[in-house]
């Protein structure tokens, strides 16, 4: 809308061609709600309906003085471009921008027209319509402004997020370190101990003369104790660091374990192996082989099953593990709330090398535990 005023009285530009008609569009446009405008052929002003008069504060007879839309001095030139340059190519026009209201303040509209054609082709000017969108810029800012918040909070959270996760990472490994330290110890030290301890014994032995049957008991006694120290030892060592794993693989390392498991608790665990594990990587492995510990300890524990199954497939570009049981079960909702430290160990060491972890269980019905990691 140009600044420039031509009086309602001029709308026989329009071609309304008698003095009804006139009447007649004044009234309904008038009676409208919506803020109608018009202009003439080169883009003044003609006509303004009383809705939009007073949105605007001007007099009652509907006429635009000029000045009287005034466009925010930001917004100013921009505005007039496109409307000049709609104009000039007498296509449809739409803006956006801001207008001084009846109160002095302002808001911001969206003025839209399209250009009236005669009959004979000939154009007329614009008609258009004046849409106050304040509450909705204001509700854009709002929308803005939170999006701009979330962001920068979802920012933050990923950052803590991968900081955890560092943390998770070097506690982890820092821990299988230690644990090699000790298994090392208890091999190379305590073992080697044992051992002389061992020979010790079994040399006191032969020097015990044949009169003292009671002593040679307490000897025998004392040497099978030694022994299964020794083998308890050895056990332990072998948990804390698999020695196997690293020379022979998952596949034979996840083997041996659930066969010496089989043997000291009493639980009979099925192996079963799928495919060509040699590229696996160290990392991956570890996390298998770990995950399958903590997943036969908690059918032990809790399963209240003599038997389980464990299965480890080599799949196109992921190694996957599957131990099962046909126990108790249990609530998963539950269990995932609870956050009990052996499933959050076995989720934070799968997280860590990028794979998932599924836990399947009902009452009644056993658990089955699904691990799915990148070989490499």
């Known amino acids: 809308m140009q600044g420039r005023s ?42 303004i309906n009383n809705p939009l008069a007073d949105f605007l504060g001007i007099p009652e007879h509907c006429t635009l003085p000029g000045g009287a839309y005034v466009i925010h001095p930001e917004d100013e030139a921009k505005a007039r471009e496109n409307f000049n340059d709609c104009l000039a190519r007498r296509v449809e026009h739409s803006d956006e921008h801001r207008v001084r209201r009846y109160d002095g303040q302002y808001c911001w509209v969206l003025a839209r027209a399209v250009p009236r054609i005669s009959p004979t082709g000939e154009f007329l000017g614009y008609a258009g319509v004046i849409i106050d969108i304040t509450n909705r810029k204001r509700a854009e800012v709002e ?33 299988e370190q230690e644990r090699a330290r000790i298994a090392r110890e208890l091999h190379d030290d305590l073992g080697q101990q044992i051992g002389a301890l061992s020979i010790a014994l079994s040399n006191l032995k032969a020097n015990i003369v044949a009169q003292r049957p009671d002593v040679t008991e307490q000897a025998d006694r004392l040497h099978r104790q030694l022994s299964e120290v020794a083998s308890s030892v050895r056990q ?8 196997l794993l690293e020379h022979a693989g998952i596949a034979v390392a996840l083997r041996s374990y659930c066969k010496e498991y089989s043997t000291l608790s009493g639980l009979s665990v099925s192996f079963q192996a799928s495919g060509t594990f ?11 082989y770990r995950v399958a510990q903590e997943a036969l300890q908690n059918v032990a524990k809790h399963g209240k ?27 998963v909702e539950r ?42």
């Open 278 to 288: 040699d590229d696996v990587s160290a990392p991956a492995a570890l996390c298998v």
């Open 143 to 175: 929308l803005r402004t939170t999006y701009d918040w979330l962001t920068r909070e979802l920012h933050e959270r990923i950052k803590a997020e991968q900081e955890i996760r560092d943390l998770g990472q070097r506690l982890i490994h820092a821990q």
């Open 6 to 47: 031509v009086s309602i009285n001029n709308i026989s530009e329009f071609e309304v061609e008698d003095a009804q008609a006139i009447e007649d569009f004044r009234k309904l446009a008038n009676a409208s709600p919506a803020f109608l405008w018009m202009t003439s052929p080169n883009g003044e002003n003609s006509f």
């Open 335 to 376: 269990s995932r709330s609870s956050g009990g430290l052996g499933l959050v160990s076995m989720r934070e060491r799968v997280g860590l090398v990028k794979g998932t972890l599924a836990l399947e269980s009902k009452p009644g019905f056993g658990t089955t535990v699904r691990v799915n990691i990148p070989a490499v």
């Open 236 to 243: 332990l060592s072998h948990e804390l660091h698999p020695a």
């Open 305 to 331: 099953t003599t038997g389980a199954e464990v299965h480890l497939a080599r799949a196109v570009g992921n190694v996957r593990l599957t131990v099962s049981d046909r126990g108790v079960g249990c609530d």
